[in-house]
């Protein structure tokens, strides 16, 4: 099983969007998810996580404020609202889920990514 992303599109800069992971074939209960994204001719890097739990969330300080991460655990979903998006949030995103209930030992499955382009 393979997560898949969605929601993915070319938008104005200021504007929003809101991707969707599904993880089909698991029980998303007991692990951390998060996303992850790639800029042309950059490394990946993170941008946020959420906590088994619901209780914990990490955001990239280049992020903070702008999006917000939250999931549903009965759909077995991840969710991430960008808001006032930059050109420099320009990347494909991927969802990936972790190997426990915080990020403290890392991803074990990866979905193949939805792209996000902000221009003008």
């Known amino acids: 099983a393979q997560p898949v992303e969605s929601g993915g599109g070319s938008v104005q800069p200021g504007g929003s969007l809101t991707l969707s992971c599904v993880f089909p074939?698991?029980?998303?209960?007991?692990?951390?998810i998060g996303w992850f994204r790639q800029a042309p001719g950059k490394e990946r890097e993170g941008v946020s996580c959420?906590?088994?739990?619901?209780?914990?969330?990490y955001y990239a300080d280049s992020v903070k404020g702008r999006f917000t991460i939250s999931r549903d655990n009965a759909k077995n979903a991840l969710y991430l609202q960008m808001n006032s998006l930059k050109p420099e949030d320009t990347a494909v995103y991927y969802c990936?889920?972790?190997?426990?209930?915080?990020?403290?030992?890392?991803?074990?499955?990866w979905g193949k990514g939805t792209l996000v382009t902000v221009s003008s």
């Open positions: 990936t889920k972790y190997r426990s209930s915080w990020y403290r030992y890392g991803m074990d499955y």
């Open positions: 074939g698991f029980t998303l209960n007991h692990y951390a």
């Open positions: 959420i906590s088994s739990s619901d209780a914990d969330t």
